[in-house]
């Protein structure tokens, strides 16, 4: 168990410093001093107003991560996230304007409306591949422009707020449906907050999402059918795990948790879908499922650096330095993880090879030998 | 006696925490088809590697014809005139012969393909080695055994004067081996050498001038004349000690039937209905869904699975025989609920239409599955998971949709210790155990859920000799426990030892049942190739 501690830890660790390094090339390219740059990035995220924000950022970062992630787990490839939280968010703000509940029914009507339109965009992709092997990175790529255009369409009439004047969105929706901040809750633990500091209502349930996913994932049958379906589908299949269902029902639960992406910005801070509303949260999520390596708390992990650096790099074109270095400093990391994590995989898979067999008696080395070359050469 | 095409000597070979080749010598006359034997694991297909310039070795020396050398890659082996053909072929299925011949070595220069040169030489080849190919034909639509001349074409082609194959009779009907090894000869005549891997003992003395025995990463044995040895004395150098045997003792048959099958059929050209289509990109390309099956469906045009009916009453082991590819792996998938068939499959009097695999598991069926790293385990998941596997259709492991860890653990620690699974823990990866241990497991998974019926496909293919003994002690203690097994295995000698009655299929049907007690592996060998017919007829 440590070694695998030691291991997923030392990824990341390397990662970063691999991506300090080529950011610092990229900075001294650019004429800049890469010590200033990571200086001023370091202090522009030393205060509570930074860490709210980063957090507040980082949750719907973190739905998507985990929508993502789910499909990944399979090797499905879920890239229509985006398309199933716009159209998710955008059905939701509509049908919440337009009825009046108490407050947490409205609220609880908005996400699930959401998690519905979410599912049923992700199952077109499903049933294509079920019934006609479509390639779902194809199919939920295409059904991203589609659902661009359908969102266009309905903002453009149908949905349309009439005294919204030249912005196209949707009716705001009413303090009935609007999450309250954490503020409070915090204050009375100790915390202080400065005026205009929001801590966002979404926190906690992207908390329940990310242990819901850990139990539905390694708890329950139906994320060992999953889990081994990703790991090797020919024995899941001799097992008795029936692959259309398993893939039918993977890509609709990760539409589902799509459609909830959108609604930390909808319940908090936007309360309707517009131009305004963020559109890039679903490729986002593909980043961080692969850098928090589709685990719970490593997806975590992953949006709140992924919201750091955001915020880090938000103040540097005040001082003449550009932005742009955010995003190459997101980017060498996550190619740095990848590569990083492979590496590391292999590696630790050989010292538990290794280690097993030094700790297991009697065994002949040509027994061992015969293991290794089967796994397909993997110990070597 | 000719010159010496190959001489290895004191080849070493490192893995991580193993030695696969601990000194190993080889030495190959020109003109010769010299077999390698050994166990699985024993270092052969590491030797090949090295010969083929795969990976270096650690120590030793390679010499070619009187050349020392030292191969960086299988490139370097082409150009000393070595070539390999793989037991898993890598050819590309929308190609014709032709284009898969000379595909990454093309004649003619870097604009021009010299297509009529290439085809003029392929049929050359062809002609001059009995490898006769439509050089027009698409490869997807020819059978196994052409497709191996493709590949063997290929490395002529290339100009190997050193051919090494690799299992090469394990996919072919008996008349394809026949036509192989003429071919081979053919090659030999011409002064080519050709090196083999088999483990068919009776196929290794019928056509090698020599042969070299290997044992756990040694060289134990070199045989110049085969005559002089028996395929059991060949087998006793492999596993290096007295054969253990399968035999069992007393009849332990009871009245009751367990398992009853009638008139199972699966029509020619049906593909798993779960194989098709709606698979993650990796599962459908075919090298994992049961590939045998349409292979022989496209090569024969015959059903998979023609009109078997048979019963297996408690305390009875039936042994399935037969050469591989001819409808055992698809009745095995059809009691299991794996493959849709007409007929009907009764396991203690219950019709098993209609219900699921991890049903039929909860019904009372156990299976040990042909290949256990494919179909039987995940490797990259701890032993006690890996105990779920097959199991997770109901209680004990899983309530409510829920797995109740605990319990598995308790069960992975029992069997572990019941079935002497070699292992520093339950937490380990799978596979970090050898192959002997992992089918431990995987028996020991099926033994402790209490199965009334047992589907055991080659339950000791690839193991060692002493976990070969530990799993025939099983299944004969489960018999005499009152199991019912079907027993699907190419070990002869196993099927007549451990069989109370044989079935032997061929071509997707029964065409015989026999009665072990008297009959001889080469007896049943001979009804395996249809050459010998039912006495009494085909079975019912």
């Known amino acids: 168990m440590n070694r695998r501690l030691v291991g997923g830890l030392a990824a990341p660790a390397l990662a970063a410093a691999v991506a300090i390094a080529v950011s610092s090339i990229a900075l001294l390219i650019a004429g800049e001093s890469p010590v200033t740059t990571f200086r001023e990035m370091w202090k522009t995220i030393d205060s509570t107003q930074s860490v709210t924000f980063i957090v507040n950022n980082a949750v719907p970062y973190y739905v998507a991560g985990v929508a993502v992630a789910i499909g990944f787990k399979m090797n499905l490839f879920n890239i229509g996230a985006a398309g199933q939280y716009q159209l998710g968010a955008l059905l939701a703000a509509a049908a919440g304007a337009a009825v009046t509940l108490p407050a947490p029914v409205h609220v609880a009507f908005v996400m699930a409306v959401a998690v519905v339109v979410g599912a049923a965009y992700a199952a077109i992709a499903g049933i294509l591949k079920v019934w006609r092997g479509v390639n779902e990175v194809i199919s939920t790529i295409m059904l991203n422009y589609i659902a661009i255009g359908i969102a266009a369409f309905l903002l453009a009439e149908p949905l349309r707020n009439d005294s919204s004047g030249n912005l196209a969105q949707t009716r705001s929706l009413p303090a009935s449906a609007r999450l309250p901040d954490l503020n409070g809750v915090f204050e009375t633990l100790g915390f202080d907050f400065p005026s205009g500091v929001v801590l966002q209502g979404f926190l906690p349930f992207a908390i329940a999402l990310g242990i819901g996913y850990h139990l539905l994932l390694n708890r329950s049958r139906f994320g060992f059918n999953l889990r081994v379906s990703g790991a090797n589908p020919a024995a899941a299949r001799t097992s008795g795990v029936n692959p259309k269902r398993m893939v039918l029902t993977t890509i609709i639960l990760s539409g589902a948790i799509a459609g909830l992406i959108g609604m930390a910005p909808l319940l908090t801070e936007e309360f309707s879908y517009g131009d305004q509303f963020p559109k890039s949260l679903g490729f986002t999520g593909l980043a961080l499922a692969l850098l928090g390596r589709n685990h719970p708390v490593g997806i975590a992990g992953a949006a709140l650096v992924w919201a750091t650096i955001e915020r880090a790099t938000q103040r540097l074109s005040t001082l003449g330095i550009p932005q742009e270095i955010g995003v190459i400093l997101q980017g060498s990391f996550l190619l740095a993880a990848v590569i990083a994590y492979e590496v590391v995989r292999r590696r630790t898979e050989a010292a538990e090879a290794r280690a097993a067999a030094e700790r297991t008696p009697d065994v002949p080395m040509t027994e061992v030998a015969a293991a290794g070359a089967e796994t397909g050469g993997r110990a070597p | ?540």
């Open chain 2, 1 to 540: 006696m000719g010159p010496l095409a190959i001489e290895l000597h004191d080849i070493v070979k490192r893995f991580p925490g193993v030695v696969a080749n601990d000194g190993v010598d080889l030495t190959v006359r020109r003109g010769t088809i010299h077999a390698i034997v050994g166990e699985n694991g024993a270092g052969k297909s590491t030797l090949m590697k090295t010969l083929y310039g795969a990976h270096r070795p650690d120590e030793g020396t390679i010499v070619v014809d009187g050349t020392e050398r030292t191969f960086r890659s299988p490139s370097d082996a082409i150009h000393a005139g070595i070539g390999m053909v793989f037991q898993h072929f890598m050819l590309a299925d929308n190609f014709t012969v032709w284009e898969n011949i000379v595909l990454g070595d093309e004649p003619g220069s870097p604009l021009r393909l010299d297509v009529h040169g290439a085809r003029r030489r392929i049929a050359a080849l062809g002609e001059q080695y009995g490898l006769d190919l439509d050089p027009d034909e698409l490869v997807a639509e020819l059978g196994v055994g052409e497709k191996q001349r493709v590949e063997i074409l290929k490395v002529l082609f290339r100009h190997a004067k050193i051919l090494i194959l690799d299992e090469p009779t394990a996919v072919l009907v008996p008349h394809e081996v026949d036509e192989l090894f003429g071919s081979l000869r053919e090659l030999t005549a011409d002064g080519a050498t050709v090196i083999f891997i088999s483990h068919k003992l009776d196929e290794v003395l019928a056509h090698a001038d020599a042969i070299t025995v290997i044992r756990a990463g040694h060289t134990v044995g070199e045989i110049d004349d085969p005559r002089s040895v028996s395929a059991h004395q060949l087998a006793e150098m492999m596993v290096g000690s007295e054969l253990p045997s399968p035999e069992t003792r007393e009849k332990t048959v009871r009245d009751d039937v367990l398992l009853e099958v009638r008139d199972l059929t699966i029509e020619a050209g049906a593909v798993s209905p779960m194989a098709a289509g709606a698979l993650p990109a990796a599962i459908t390309q075919g090298e994992v869904m049961g590939d045998a099956a349409p292979v022989v469906t496209v090569a024969g045009g015959h059903r998979p699975l023609d009109g078997v009916s048979f019963s297996v009453r408690a305390g009875e082991i039936v042994g399935i025989a037969g050469v591989e590819g001819n409808g055992q792996a698809e009745l095995i998938e059809a009691i299991m609920g794996l493959r849709d068939a007409t007929g009907t499959v009764l396991v203690d009097d219950k019709d098993l239409r209609g219900v699921s695999t991890l049903e039929r598991r909860l019904c009372g069926l156990g299976y040990i599955p042909e290949d256990r790293q494919r179909d039987g385990m995940v490797l990259t998941m701890p032993l006690w998971e890996n105990v779920l596997l097959g199991h997770q259709g109901g209680p004990p492991f899983v309530r409510s949709g829920m797995i109740n860890r605990s319990s598995a653990k308790d069960r992975c620690g029992r069997i572990v210790e019941e079935f002497d699974v070699r292992t520093p823990g339950i937490d380990v990866n799978a596979f970090t155990l050898s192959g002997g241990n992992q089918q431990k497991l995987i028996v020991g998974r099926e033994m402790t859920a209490d199965p009334r019926v047992l589907v055991a496909a080659h339950p000791t293919r690839g193991v060692d000799v002493g976990a070969q003994a530990v799993i025939w002690d099983i299944l004969r203690d489960a018999r005499a426990g009152g199991l019912a097994t079907v027993l699907v295995s190419a070990d002869l000698e196993e099927l007549i030892g451990l069989s109370d009655r044989l079935l032997v299929m061929l071509r997707g049907r029964v065409v015989a049942e026999l009665d072990p007690s008297n009959l001889t592996p080469s007896e049943l060998g001979s009804y395996m190739t249809g050459a010998q017919q039912d006495p009494a007829g085909a079975a019912p």
